[in-house]
């Protein structure tokens, strides 16, 4: 696939952007290793014509291709081109596809809209938590594969073994070489149905969230949107962590209604068994001394993994208060807030140390 990439990078045309977007199929070419090879040769295509770009997030039925198709329009870094893609926020996209939206907008220092935020912020109450995976779903013409028909290649090559299902986050890239390594182990090992994977995923969410990176917020929410209660507390309880993150992550961006339903959801199903005030505050005291632990730990590894589980211990409580929850009247917020604010500082200093 290397040399496929390098081939059409040394001479890019848009007809080629189709079969670029088929090597994404389920994200395969940024599992194989090769984003920033792949991203160079579709970038160089799409600088002469980006109309399959538009085509494919028109027509795609294959959530990766078009998620990579939005992140290709926004590196673009032309207005209009971003005008256009957020002009996608009133209609029914998925969540992670408004997040690389918003993140391209972000990294232009392009407002959106009030209306087109409100415009999402109604569909969020139609998207519920099974999202708009029935409006891609309907695009798939009858005995249709995943991947579009590519040009077949000079010498044929095996067909790759189909790529494990892995949150799109997992699998971007990052600056820095400490959470990109992690995101990678993470990713490489990652089965929706383990509770260390889920729970992986969540602490990297918490280092993505330490650094602002706008791949947190989207990992948080697909993990938030793909599990939903079946009873196995092994799942649920990473699963609530990354609710209660969604939930934050919605909060900061005046997303309430986003927030509310996230919350309803613990409320439904708690992930905290009920329990005695004395065990309570026992339990709730792990927040502070994960942090303690943090920051006296040497190893960088281990320092993060206290300092995210502060962030995920103080998280969960700051946002199901005030929900109804058995403990409301004994949790006080701004302790949490604080041993927050500390942890998630920490965490960002701590990653960005050599």
Known sequence: MKKILQAIESSPSPDKLVDLLGLQTKNE?????????????????????????????ATDWESYRVWHAIQVLGALGDAQTMARLIELGRTRILRIHWSAIQAAAKAMSVPIPPEVAEAQ???????????????????????????????????????????????AALLATDDNAFVAAKMASVGKAFKWTRRASL???????????????????????????????????????????????????????????????????????????VMPREAFVSWIASGPKSLARGLDEKSKKWACESLASACIDSAYFLETAGAGFYYDGWIDRGALQDTLDKATSALAGRLAAR
């Open 29 to 57: 070419a940024n599992r194989k290793g090769l984003a920033a090879e792949w991203s160079r040769a579709a970038l160089a295509c799409a600088r002469i014509d980006p109309t399959p770009l538009w085509v494919a997030i």
């Open 121 to 167: 912020a109604a569909l969020e109450v139609e998207r519920g938590s099974s999202d708009f995976y029935a409006v891609l779903e309907a695009r798939r013409p009858p005995d249709t594969a995943d991947a579009p028909k590519a040009k077949a290649p000079a010498k044929k090559a095996k067909a790759p073994a189909a790529p494990a299902d892995v949150p």
């Open 199 to 273: 729970s992986d995923a969540v602490h990297v969410a918490w280092c993505l969230t330490a650094l602002d990176r706008p791949t947190a917020r989207a990992l948080a929410d697909e993990i938030a949107d793909r599990i939903t209660f079946a009873g196995d507390y092994d799942v649920w309880s990473p699963a609530a962590n990354a609710i209660c993150l969604a939930a934050m992550h919605a909060r900061r961006a005046g997303d309430e209604v986003r927030r509310q339903a996230l919350v309803a959801r613990l409320v439904e199903h708690p992930a905290l068994a």
